[in-house]
């Protein structure tokens, strides 16, 4: 039986006893003084080190331990005692290559993103912050010593598409976590598949709130970081009148809930609102339906590029109420894409856009503009993408370099999950595992450029650990909203 250095501890080889082994037999055979074979067997053995050296990690590990299997046969039979220097010289070689080819494992984080269709334009750099943070931590050594590899696919904007590669993602490629989505319809589309196979997803949107899943995990600004800062400070500085104009799923008809709410609660009155089809780009009636309300602001969430032309028809309708929102310029950047003054008179509260200025957020520019020069923007998903793989990658070190959700969850128990972001620290929530934020209030001004006239510093996602859920206890796997809370025990 030809020699193997090998010892398998379960499925994986001990390298420390294939080096010891490995040592042991061939000083063995050069003490007896065996007949050496020609030189061509030792110039194999080298070319064989390199062959390992340029297989893919890990994919080809069986084929790996074949080939150096044979080298070290190799070498055995190649040791001439003249020829000492070229047989230690292999010797290192192999020991290096040993210890480099069976490293552990690559975390594998599969990433379900929008590069083309209608959300393309914001989401295309949800991609690019994920590539970054994981070129940026691999540059450092991986996560607990264990590189990232990232499995991309583009979901093409198409909710089936969501569905088919999350199965893809999880059962054949592996993935030790998923990030995806940018709508909400989207994520609940995929959501009960995560649930079924036992995954675990970051969600790294600002979106409408209420996910109680923990096999979930939040990045993006929710309704009590955006609107509860927002519609106060919109009616105190503008009026109490409020219209509203929303994408008719789920994002637009629960954050059309919350502004009802929080406009209720502060005294004000709903003057009118309305619901747009994803994918409608004709707005005249709803420019006629709003001067006739007269409001004192337009709360404006809309999505995706059609309904994005808005903007565009209320400004030539004569239309120039102050506008607030939570999902414009903040993803979209309108400000970028649209001529001045269309914009102008916008408010926002967003997590980050490109504008603040903050040592931290230019250092971070500078990083992603080396990297993505031709980049249009870099938005608040972007940053919450960037951002979450650090989040993860302080999760698995947490857990000991473990990747399993329960080990992750116990980790994100200890309520010390937390990353300092361009935007400033965030810190996950371990009831419902939601992000922290800081909240900028973002005004476009008349040539379109930008100005903070507020911001909230460390702003909590409290609204679903104060309705009673609690991620630690029990895992629901529901979305709650103002007028379907968590139950109380």
């Known amino acids: 039986m030809p020699f193997s250095p090998f010892v398998r501890t379960g499925t994986k080889p001990n390298v420390i006893c294939v080096l010891y082994r490995t040592v042991h ?12 074979e020609p030189d061509c067997q030792l110039s194999l053995a080298y070319h064989l080190l390199f062959s390992v050296i340029l297989l893919p990690d890990r994919k080809s590990v069986r084929f790996k331990w074949a080939i150096m299997n044979t080298l070290a046969n190799l070498c055995t039979f190649s040791i001439r005692r003249a020829a000492g220097a070229r047989f230690s010289a292999v010797l290192a070689l192999f020991g290096i290559l040993i210890t480099a080819s069976l490293a552990a494992d690559p975390i594998k984080i599969g990433v379900l993103e929008d590069q083309s269709g209608d959300f393309a334009p914001a ?41 088919e590669f ?15 989505g940018f709508s909400s319809a989207s994520r609940e589309a995929y959501r009960p598949i995560v649930d079924q196979l036992h995954g675990l997803c970051f969600y790294n949107n600002q979106y409408e709130g209420g996910v109680c899943d923990a096999n979930m995990i939040v990045t993006g600004a929710v309704p009590e970081q955006q609107f509860s800062t927002l519609i106060p400070w919109m009616m105190e500085k503008y009026g109490k009148k ?15 809930e919350w502004v009802r709410n929080i406009v209720k609660k502060n005294g004000g009155e709903m003057v009118g609102e309305e619901f747009i089809p994803l994918g409608v780009s004709q707005f005249s009636q709803t420019i006629k339906n709003i001067q006739a309300a007269k409001p004192d602001f337009v709360v404006t969430l809309l999505v995706g590029t059609a309904q994005s032309s808005y903007y565009e028809q209320a400004r030539s309708g004569g ?51 080396a990297k993505f020069p031709n980049e249009p923007y870099i938005n608040q998903e972007a940053e919450n993408s960037y951002l979450a793989v650090y989040l993860y990658k302080e999760m698995v070190e947490k857990a000991n370099g473990s990747t399993k959700i329960p080990d ?3 980790a994100i128990a200890t309520g010390d999950i937390n990353f300092d972001a361009p935007e400033g620290k965030v810190t996950i929530d371990p009831k419902s595992q939601h992000m922290s934020h800081t909240i900028y209030l973002a005004r476009v001004n008349d040539d379109h450029s930008i100005s903070f006239p507020k911001i909230w510093p460390d702003i909590k996602p409290y609204w679903l650990g104060e309705a009673g859920a609690d991620l630690t206890k029990s895992n629901p796997h529901t979305q709650y909203t103002p007028s379907n809370p968590p139950k109380v025990p």
Not at 130 to 149: F, T, V, W, Y
């Open 242 to 256: 409020v219209y509203t104009i929303a994408a008719n799923y789920n994002f637009g008809q629960i954050s059309a």
């Open 166 to 180: 999350m199965r893809r993602v999880l059962q054949k490629d592996k993935a030790d976590v998923v990030f995806a």
């Open 123 to 163: 989401t295309i750099c949800k991609v690019h912050g994920i590539q970054l943070a994981a070129d940026e931590i691999n540059a450092k050594g991986g996560i607990a010593g264990r590189p990232i590899e990232l499995v991309i696919y583009d979901t093409q904007s198409d909710n089936t598409r969501y569905q």
């Open 319 to 369: 239309l120039q109420l102050p506008m607030a929102s939570s999902v414009n310029i903040g993803q979209g950047y309108e400000h970028k894409r649209f001529k001045p003054p269309t914009l102008a008179n916008m408010y926002v509260t967003t997590n980050y856009i490109e504008e603040v200025d903050t040592p931290e957020s230019k250092d971070f520019v500078k990083r992603w503009r």
């Open 25 to 36: 037999f061939l000083t063995k055979r050069a003490r007896v003084g065996q007949r050496p």
């Open 408 to 410: 992750i969850r116990k």
